[in-house]
């Protein structure tokens, strides 16, 4: 396990750029040219029709498996379009084998309807630790990385969060009401509060983003898919955030969270977040 950790970290040492590069070429290649120009036969429903797929969405992810096995080998990919087709693909996450978490297009449905608030999320991962991450919005030409221990960056400037406003009230992204049950609706109704101010999230990898630059107070997020909060969480963490569930426990990419769950831009606003959202449990 040393060796490999070693091993990895030889690679951080050197593939972070070319895993931004490759992030680059997929948006650049399948996903830019088909923004504002998709096709009605481009666009599918998966579970219903808030949760859409394209083709650009297909293809994006098939091109970074490629390149992004190929940069790290032996590695393995959990993404998106691939655990849909195959479900089993997400036990990957619990593996020893080093794991690529890809969401291709994060805010689909943004990327539909012509809005540029989408962005492409990578993060590799080992044996649930995420090592590293990519955050790319394409249409606004942002990219974040994040590498674990070595802090966080927008655009090569450092990424530093900051401190909630005096005298307002907490600004918290929550899940969308069109992605949740009415049982998760209930959990999130301790955020209406005086001191807290809620509204739906947009693409979580852009909101967490938005937590990383200093622009939101919090996320309070009723599910635990692992390509849309790895990246982000890892951003806001080396950014000088931090996360906590139900149980005041950090959230786990794998899985088994006492959800909701809360990121934050500091440990009091987490545990803020985290404690109102408990008080429904």
């Known amino acids: 396990m040393i060796e490999d950790m070693l091993e990895l970290g030889d690679f951080l040492e050197q593939g972070v750029r070319d895993v931004e590069a490759a992030v680059r070429e997929a948006a650049a290649l399948d996903i830019m040219p088909r923004f504002r120009q998709l096709g009605a036969d481009e666009v599918a429903e998966k579970s219903g029709p808030h949760d859409l797929v394209t083709v650009a969405d297909r293809e994006a992810e098939e091109r970074l498996t490629a390149s992004l096995t190929s940069l790290l080998p032996g590695s393995v990919v ?98 969308h009401p069109d992605f949740t049950t009415d049982e998760q609706k209930r959990a999130l109704l301790p955020l209406r509060t005086e001191d807290v101010s809620p509204r739906p999230c947009g693409s979580a990898g852009l909101e967490y983003l938005a937590i990383a630059r200093g622009e939101l107070d919090s996320t309070a997020f009723s599910w635990e898919l692992a390509w849309d909060h790895a990246a982000g969480i890892l951003l806001v963490t080396e950014a000088g955030g931090a996360h906590r569930t139900l149980t005041g426990e950090p959230f786990r990419i794998v899985g088994g969270n006492a959800l909701p769950f809360a990121t934050a831009r500091d440990e009091t606003t987490a545990a803020r977040v985290a404690g109102l959202l408990a008080s429904a449990a």
């Open 78 to 175: 959990v993404g998106e379009e691939a655990v849909a087709a195959d479900p089993d693909s997400y036990g990957a996450l619990r593996g020893a084998a080093p794991v690529w978490i890809i969401d291709p297009i994060d805010g689909t449905r943004q990327f539909v309807h012509g809005d540029p608030g989408f962005c492409t999320l990578v993060a590799l991962a080992v044996r649930g630790e995420v090592l590293a991450s990519w955050t790319y919005a394409p249409a606004l030409d942002e990219m974040a990385v994040a590498v674990r221990g070595r802090g966080a960056t927008l655009n090569g400037a450092p990424l530093r969060t900051r401190a909630p406003g005096a005298g307002r009230p907490l600004e918290v992204a929550m899940s």
